[in-house]
């Protein structure tokens, strides 16, 4: 197989960008993630992909519950922001304000487009990244507007 080919067409894959709220025990944290989609409608279940060997993937395991907070276009140095390890202090990442999700205790970014919480009903830990089945348990909606992907940033994860 043509290793670029490959890289180029994976890239034509189209996704979002989106800061994934984790927990364990009493502390939070979030990260930047982009592998993530709908899979069924009846129950309402997404996908994610999260990096193994982060703290992220070992919490979400542990916990068995991540939050999605959909960002808006041109929200890019917001995404940016969760790429390293991000550290909180009372209800602010840096000076990013989030609220606990009501269902999962997870973090829900207050400047978020809009937001869902799931419990993990599935993994696979196939590949380098694991795989997590999540039943969306509640969702809600901060303001009207259009979510950000990936091909704006210029950022690419994928091939």
């Known amino acids: ?42 129950p309402p ?4 992909g999260a990096k193994k060997g982060t703290t992220s993937e070992e919490w979400i395991e542990a916990s068995q519950v991540f939050s999605v907070s959909i960002l808006e276009t041109g929200q890019k140095e917001l995404a940016m922001a969760f790429f390293k390890p991000i550290h909180r202090v009372g209800n602010k990442f840096g000076d990013i304000a989030f609220e606990h999700g009501p269902t999962t205790g997870c973090p829900i970014l207050n400047d978020a487009l809009s937001w869902f919480e799931c419990k993990v009903i599935d993994v696979n830990k196939s590949g ?9 348990v509640n969702a809600g909606v901060h303001r009207e507007g259009k979510p950000m992907t990936l091909a704006e940033t210029g950022f690419y994860y994928g091939g």
């Not at 279940?45 to 994610?48: G, K, S």
């Not at 380098?128 to 969306?136: A, L, M, P, S, W």
């Open 45 to 48: 279940l997404v996908v994610l």
């Open 128 to 136: 380098d990244h694991t795989i997590f089945i999540g039943e969306v």
């Open 1 to 42: 197989m043509d290793d670029q080919a490959r890289k180029t067409a994976l890239r034509g894959i189209s996704y979002g960008l989106y800061v994934v709220g984790v927990k364990q025990d009493d502390e939070v944290s979030a990260f930047t993630g982009n592998w993530l989609t709908q899979t069924s409608f009846e």
